[in-house]
């Protein structure tokens, strides 16, 4: 666990659900907009009506596309999963090698480091784009001929 071998070896994304999150967040800044607006309106302050009509849209807008981008990437990783599956089931780690491979060559063929097995298993059920910024598999190189079909 030191070595946050479970992350490193994720199947795909977390999709546990942020986006409900997100959506409360937004909701919370624009009507903090609106509010603005309202003191704009009743205290005959401009700048706080303008203001605040422009941040309560600029929330709204931002909350619907942060929101619909968060469905997107679930529903890239719930239609992926099946082909990750098929790579990450049969997979084994060898502690003593630091490495991951698959007992006979299938699916896959070869030992793996964790980011290099995570690359793989990611790209090939459709969401390696969503890696995050800073993991090194992001950033793994693949050997040739880890899949047998290519």
Avoid: N
Avoid at 121 to 134: H, I
């Amino acid at each position: 666990m030191r070595e946050d071998l479970s992350g490193r070896l994720a199947p795909g994304p977390d999709t546990s659900g942020d986006g409900c999150v997100h959506v409360a967040e937004g909701m919370v800044l624009t009507g903090m907009g609106i509010a603005f607006a309202y003191v704009g309106v009743h205290q005959d302050k401009p700048l706080y009506l303008v203001g605040g009509a422009a941040f309560a849209l600029l929330c709204f807008v931002g909350t619907i596309v942060v929101a619909r981008s968060d469905g997107r990437e679930k529903a890239a990783a719930e239609a992926g999963a099946q082909r990750a599956e098929r790579l990450w089931r049969p997979a084994h780690y060898c502690s003593d090698c630091y490495s991951v491979f698959c007992p006979g060559g299938a699916p896959w063929q070869g030992a793996l480091t964790p980011e290099q097995f995570k690359k793989l298993v990611w790209t090939e059920a459709g969401y390696g784009d969503q890696l995050p910024t800073g993991d090194k598999a992001k950033d793994a190189v693949l050997p040739p001929g880890v899949l047998p079909h290519r």
